[in-house]
Structures are given as structure tokens and as C-alpha cells.
């Protein structure tokens, strides 16, 4: 005879797993996820490309990365959009949708202005677009994971963490790869003059045309958004001054936090501030590693790039197939062995010198391990929310998570120079063991009863 408690701890077929892909919700978040995905490359490692060859000084270009600070520290006004409603478009939209319209709106308005001003003529207003750009995309960020984590239930968070991931990596392909086509198709042949190369004569309408599409881009999101429905509304209780305002809006949802976890909130943090130490800190030298090893900018292209990207979403989806499957937390620890591992098969690339089978092996390995632990990550995150402060719990802790790594791979160029690549790593990962103790004690940790209020 079986009991209640068999029935509900047994587990769906595969079959129904797999459907969870097909839901509605969950293809929402792959074009959501597109959205997030496109402005990050076009602020940073695009733009780069267009400054630098628009003569702009390397120092500059170096300066101007700041502008991604933005999404560091997206937390400090995550309350507001938590709380505060816009005029006229929340009560039309509902909370959710009407910050994520009006942030892809800022998006596409600051990528335009990027596209009509020439950085080689005048600096400035290119930066001042970047800017908007960046503290657009890091809204929308906000009003997404807000978005996604009370769209489903705890058990299909990883699956759309999956398919978020697989939407903002398609992105990342074509804001990356796909704005350099377009900018070297909409390149206009110049008259050949004595010794003046062609090729090397910098065209500012041709990066205005790429930007100009990335813009139009953003309207797939803008039309998921409008199709898509408000999730179940919530019932904030009226605020009865300024002060009481700003408590319920800063105050309240770090201090639900620490009353709900109390001293584990501590070895909650703590995991959050270094799951990902691995991979950031041995980052930040994989390209340098690249170049030094011989390999070409097409063959780097090609793996990393492309099929690397491919890989990470491989490695997503079979994260949150097995999250579902076997639990958030074991795949957690799955996550953070495989990451640290894959980077001692990078100490063993640096062995073989230009070996381009070996680095597809490795980077299959790499981004492989990267997507499982991400899909796990996420899903872990969105579990640690009270659905009534979600932005901004949830964008503390994703800008927690590359805070420490972040400040650690700005010395990584120097231990690369005083020990190797090998060491370095190796060292790399070793910063993964302490993660490993703390999932194991994470793991121990008693989910609370997170309080739901739906009118």
C-alpha cells in the first residue's frame, strides 16, 4: 500500500521533466533572458572594440569600464523598485511589468544615443549613453529575477534559471560576434589612397548601424513584456509617512533575512560571496592565456566564443533537469567540484602549447561544468527569497556573489607573472575547496516557511 509520504516523495518521470521546457513560463524566460543578455557586451567588451578603433587610448578605455559598476551595485536602488510604483504605467501593467518595460525603454533610448554620436569627435556623450545603457540593464535585471522568482513555484525555478541562462547567452552571441558582423558588412569600401591601408580607416556609420540593430533588438523583449502576464499581486500595506516608507522599502528586507536564517544567514552570505570564486579569478587570465599560447584570434573565436557558449548551455539545461530531479543543494555541490576541477585542466592546456584539439576539450569541460553550476546557483538564490521583498533580496545577493571575486581577479595578472600559468591555476582551484565546506553546511540549513500574501 502506498503511504502519502511515498506519494509525494516520488519522483515525476523523466518525461514530465522535460515538459517543464515547453511551459509557457519557461519560454517567457528564454526571450526575458535575451533581453538581460544584449546590453552587457554592448557597455563593455564591444564598445572596447569600438573605442579602440576609433583611436580612443587603451588608459580611457580602461576608465570607462566603471560604467559596468551599475550592475555591482544594482541593490541600493532594487527597494525602489521593489516598492515604489510608476505613474500611470503600474496601474496599467502591475508592478513587475511596468519597471521592466520602462528599463528596456532606457535601453534601447541610450543605445541610440550611443549609435548617433561619434566617440572619435565627442567622448562624452557616447559615455553619458553607456551610462544609461548600464543602469538600464541593471533595472531590468532587478525587475526580472523579481519577475521570474514569483512566476513558478520553488520546484520549476531551476528550469527557468535554465532557460533564462540558454535566452541571455543567445544574447550575448549577438551582441558580441553578431554586432561585428553587422558593423563590418555595413562598412562602405573607401576610395584606395597612396599609402593609406583600407582596412584600417575607422567608420563611424558602420558601428552606427550595428548599434542602431542592437536597438531594434531589444523589441523582442519589449513585446514579451507586453504579452506577458503580471504575476499574482501582492498586498503592501500603506505606508504612513516618508520614514515609515523607507523602512519598508531599505530596511525590512535585509532585516527579514536575518530573522528568517538568523545566525546561518552568515554561512549563507558567506557561500554567496564565493561560489564563484573559481571561475572569476581564473577569467580574468584566460584570454591572456590564449594569446600566449599561440592560438589565433579566429581559433579563440571559434572555441570560445561560439562553441564555448553552446557548451554553457548544454551544461544549463542538464543543471536544471538535474536540479529538479535530484534537489538544488546536490547539484550545487556538483557545481562547485566540477568548476574547481575544470580549472586544473587548464594548468594542463598550459603543458601542450598550441594544441587546438586540447583546447576544445578543455573549454568543453570548462563551460560544461560553468552552466551546471550557474543553473544550480540561480535556482539556489531564488529559494532564499521572501516573495514579498524578492528585487531587492535577490539583487543583494547577485551583486554579493562578484563583489569578493572580483576584487581578488584584479591581482591575478600579478601572481600570473611571479608564479605561472600553472600555479595560478592551480591556485584557482584550490580557492574552491573552502565552497565545497560551505554547500556541505548550507546543505544543513533548514528552510524557512517564506510568508506569501496574494489579494
Not at 521592466?100 to 554620436?117: D, K, P, R, T, Y
Amino acid at each position: 500500500m502506498t503511504t502519502t509520504a511515498d506519494a509525494a516523495s516520488a519522483k515525476p518521470p523523466w518525461r514530465d521533466t522535460f515538459k517543464v521546457y515547453l511551459e509557457a513560463p519557461t519560454l517567457r524566460m528564454l526571450l526575458l533572458g535575451f533581453s538581460a543578455g544584449l546590453p552587457l557586451l554592448l557597455v563593455l567588451g564591444t564598445l572596447s572594440f569600438w573605442l579602440r578603433e576609433a583611436g580612443i587610448d587603451r588608459t580611457t578605455i580602461g576608465f570607462l569600464s566603471w560604467v559596468g559598476l551599475a550592475y555591482a551595485f544594482k541593490w541600493v536602488w532594487a527597494p525602489l523598485v521593489d516598492r515604489l510604483p510608476i505613474p500611470l504605467l503600474t496601474r496599467l501593467m502591475g508592478r513587475r511589468r511596468s519597471w521592466l518595460l520602462l528599463a528596456q525603454i532606457a535601453i534601447m533610448a541610450g543605445l541610440v544615443a550611443m549609435s548617433f554620436n561619434d566617440p572619435k569627435v565627442a567622448l562624452q556623450p557616447v559615455v553619458w549613453g553607456a551610462l544609461a545603457v548600464a543602469f538600464g540593464s541593471a533595472t531590468q535585471d532587478i525587475a526580472l529575477d523579481a519577475y521570474r522568482i514569483e512566476s513558478a513555484n520553488m520546484e520549476r525555478q531551476a528550469a527557468l534559471a535554465a532557460a533564462y541562462q540558454t535566452g541571455y547567452r543567445l544574447a550575448m552571441i549577438w551582441a558580441g560576434a553578431g554586432v561585428l558582423w553587422i558593423a563590418a558588412r555595413a562598412e562602405v569600401a573607401p576610395l584606395v589612397q597612396p599609402g593609406v591601408v583600407a582596412a584600417a580607416i575607422y567608420q563611424h556609420s558602420a558601428w552606427q548601424t550595428a548599434y542602431q540593430m542592437m536597438a531594434a533588438s531589444m523589441l523582442l523583449g519589449m513585446a514579451t513584456v507586453l504579452m506577458s502576464p503580471e504575476p499574482a499581486r501582492r498586498v503592501l500595506p500603506p505606508a504612513k509617512n516618508a520614514l515609515d516608507w523607507l523602512k519598508t522599502a531599505l530596511v525590512d528586507p535585509f532585516a527579514d533575512f536575518i530573522q528568517r536564517y538568523r545566525w546561518q544567514a552568515a554561512l549563507i552570505l558567506a557561500l554567496i560571496a564565493i561560489y564563484r570564486i573559481s571561475d572569476v579569478v581564473m577569467g580574468i587570465m584566460a584570454n591572456p592565456f590564449y594569446v600566449d599560447m599561440g592560438y589565433t584570434k579566429d581559433e579563440v573565436a571559434a572555441v570560445t566564443k561560439v562553441f564555448g557558449v553552446v557548451m554553457t548551455l548544454v551544461g544549463a539545461f542538464v543543471g536544471g533537469v538535474l536540479s529538479m530531479r535530484f534537489g538544488v543543494m546536490r547539484i550545487l555541490m556538483l557545481g562547485a567540484i566540477l568548476s574547481a576541477a575544470s580549472n586544473l585542466l587548464f594548468a594542463w592546456l598550459g603543458t601542450r602549447g598550441h594544441d587546438l584539439t586540447a583546447l576544445v576539450w578543455v573549454i568543453s569541460a570548462d563551460n560544461l561544468s560553468s552552466g551546471i553550476a550557474s543553473a544550480a546557483f540561480i535556482a539556489y538564490l531564488s529559494s532564499l527569497t521572501n516573495v514579498n521583498y524578492s528585487a531587492t533580496q535577490y539583487a543583494l545577493f547577485s551583486s554579493m556573489m562578484l563583489l569578493l571575486p572580483k576584487f581578488l581577479a584584479g591581482y591575478s595578472g600579478k601572481y600570473v607573472d611571479a608564479f605561472g600559468y600553472g600555479n595560478f591555476f592551480t591556485a584557482t582551484a584550490l580557492l574552491g575547496v573552502p565552497v565545497l565546506a560551505l554547500v556541505w553546511l548550507a546543505s544543513r540549513v533548514k528552510m524557512p516557511n517564506v510568508p506569501v500574501n496574494i489579494e
